[in-house]
């Protein structure tokens, strides 16, 4: 699997989970040598530098544990041969040149007591991922029919600056009411009001969407890639004499290590 080209530059956004981390959302940060990554419940998020060494690809590994995922953006150099690519898809980077922000009167804020709905609504329509905890990396908005909710919106990632438009999704009984739209606004709102600029992400193949957020007033500032690929398990090690197995780390904690 060959690199996806990306430009060189100090762009926040050309590197947005590094920049978020070491900015805005450090206070999330776990970190290994040169790795750092969201907590595993709040975004699945990895940033790794630009030239990762093997060294840096080792610490990821720590960090997300045998048969953990390591999912990353932005990328120029694909993970090592033997981790198992479980996720390749291309996407594009949008950003806010004339969005005409304004709030949704149908929108309320969501919070934690929130979740488990926001969890199945996520289940049901697939946007990207979302987790227990996503739900604190912003402001997220939702609708509500006859007390159920039925679309959402939020923000993911904070470069210093920017703020990532996500989660993004309409039950299937209201589409094309104009909630998605309504609701991207109003985070864009909120987002401006803190003096921050909109972006956002989308696969390149869901072209429907694109034209979507280009109709809302965002272009494209670039394409990207995004990868989940699976840690190596260490493979299991025969104890001499008695036919059973133990991992690597079962021998080294019998070893005192």
Request: aromatic fraction near 6%; glycine fraction near 10%.
């Amino acid at each position: 699997m060959s690199a996806p080209h990306v430009t060189g530059g100090e762009h926040p956004l050309d590197n947005p989970v590094r920049a978020a981390l070491t900015g805005p959302h450090s206070h999330f940060a776990e970190e290994r040598g040169r790795i750092l990554r969201y907590p595993a419940d709040v975004a699945p998020w990895v940033a790794i530098p630009d030239a990762p060494q093997a060294e840096d690809w080792a610490d990821a590994a720590a960090l997300a544990g045998p048969g953990g995922a390591v999912t990353i953006t932005a990328f120029r150099e694909p993970p090592p041969d033997d981790w198992e690519i479980t996720f390749h898809a291309e996407g594009v980077q949008l950003v806010d040149a004339g969005v005409a922000a304004a709030p949704f009167p149908q929108a309320v804020r969501l919070g934690p007591a929130d979740v488990p709905e926001m969890l199945d609504l996520v289940a049901r329509t697939r946007p990207g991922p979302f987790l227990p905890r996503t739900v604190e990396l912003g402001t997220y908005l939702g609708v509500r029919r006859e007390g159920a909710l039925v679309a959402m919106a939020g923000e993911r990632l904070h470069p210093p600056g920017w703020s990532e438009i996500s989660g993004v999704c309409t039950d299937d009984s209201v589409r094309g009411q104009g909630l998605g739209s309504g609701l991207v606004l109003a985070v864009a709102h909120e987002i401006r009001k803190r003096g921050d600029t909109p972006f956002l992400h989308a696969s390149a193949s869901n072209t429907d969407a694109v034209r979507l957020y280009e109709s809302l007033g965002f272009v494209l500032r670039r394409r990207t890639s995004f990868l989940s690929a699976r840690v190596p398990v260490p493979p299991p090690t025969l104890l001499s004499g008695t036919g059973g197995v133990r991992r690597d780390g079962d021998a080294r904690a019998a070893a005192g290590l």
